[in-house]
């Protein structure tokens, strides 16, 4: 057999699934035909779910196209809203239902339920899944953000040099790759520097958390395919800083804590120290430990030891969303010593950025 396609994404109603499915008091109503709940079946089998994703289908058939399926969104969200009673409600439709142009959105905001609805138009034949969870994400956060008594574009008041300054981590989903350890170590390595978590959005948030990130005194993209645009808006919207250092690696860790203590105004140099006095001599070894804060890497031992040396000028070529790929071709390059001919991505609205950094190997 020879391989001659191979998909990395879905469409983007999949990006909204995931973002619905990382959060609790959510619920997604999906115009789509009988066949497009398939959707399930990546949080139940692949991420080995115990529970169904928070979606619902208005399910339609071919011989419902003679008749009125607009009125068939009306009652899936009617009958969604009144079994779940969701905080929030997010309806969209999937790329079969668009050829329909029912306007489902719309349809649901007209019907006066008493809780929010986002409209939801995520072009499928153009876009894909990352780009789907990204606007998700970002229409989410801007339709209850503007709602609040702190108008947009207010001046923030400045932070007691005595209180420790709170970071948002903004980005980790369901269905992504090890977004949970991710959290958790770079929770740890915050707690290590003096920083305090105000709100992880969208994995484990509900809509009450999203309007508390105001609150925080910077935000962290933590997977800009994800989170750019939600952070790019609450910068320009809320005066929030943004650290776009991703922490994969051991140096990539150490420009992490270093733009952090530059962002929050705070004294890392104890942290960076430690991180320095790990990697002393032999290969650079990756910047985030998975294992350990920063101080206790076993990462540059190993890049120093025998058991790497053969690995050393091996040729690479590296995949991958933008985010892994060009941590990993850094890893490879700057810690394990390996010769990297070549990096790439389906995430086609960061390929740009990717070609920036091999350009800045040559």
Not at 173 to 200: H, P, S
Not at 252 to 278: M, W
Request: hydrophobic content about 40%; overall charge neutral.
């Amino acid at each position: 057999m020879e391989l001659t396609l191979w998909t990395y994404e879905g469409p983007p109603h999949v990006g909204t699934m995931r973002i619905a499915t990382s959060m609790e008091g959510v619920h997604y109503v999906l115009h789509a035909p009988q066949g497009d709940t398939y959707a399930d079946l990546l949080f139940t089998m692949i991420e080995r779910r115990d529970q169904r994703p928070p979606v619902s289908y208005t399910t339609f058939q071919a011989r419902d196209l003679g008749g009125d399926t607009a009125e068939m969104v009306k009652t899936s969200v009617r009958e969604a809203y009144e079994r779940f009673k969701p905080q929030v409600m997010l309806v969209g439709e999937s790329c079969t239902a668009e050829l329909i142009q029912d306007q489902p959105g719309s349809l649901a905001q007209s019907m006066g339920l008493p809780v929010p609805v986002v409209s939801l138009e995520l072009p499928a034949y153009s876009k894909k899944e990352n780009w789907g969870a990204s606007e998700t994400l970002y229409h989410l956060v801007r339709s209850l953000l503007l709602s609040q008594a702190l108008p947009p574009g207010s001046k923030r008041p400045e932070r007691d040099p005595a209180i420790r300054p709170k970071a948002n981590l903004i980005g980790p989903t369901a269905l992504g790759f090890r977004c949970r350890d991710d959290i958790q170590e770079v929770m740890k390595l915050l707690a290590e520097i003096g920083v305090e978590v105000n709100v992880v959005a969208p994995l484990g948030a509900t809509p009450a958390d999203l309007l508390r990130i105001p609150a925080g005194d910077f935000n962290i993209c933590l997977y800009p395919e994800i989170a750019q645009s939600t952070c790019d808006w609450l910068k320009r919207n809320f005066a929030q800083p943004t650290v776009k250092t991703v922490p994969i690696g051991v140096g990539a860790t150490r420009d992490f804590i270093a733009e952090i203590g530059e962002v929050a105004g705070i004294d890392v140099s104890a942290a960076l120290a430690r991180s320095r006095a790990d990697t002393q001599g032999g290969w650079r070894a990756a910047r985030i430990s998975s294992a350990a804060p920063v101080g206790a890497s076993r990462l540059p031992w190993y890049s120093r030891s025998v058991d790497s040396t053969y690995l050393t000028g091996k040729r690479v070529f590296i995949f991958g969303d933008a985010t892994h790929a060009i941590a990993a071709a850094r890893i490879a390059t700057e810690e394990l010593g390996f010769t990297l001919v070549g990096i790439g991505t389906y995430s086609r609205k960061f390929a740009r950025r990717c070609a920036k950094w091999l350009s800045s190997m040559a």
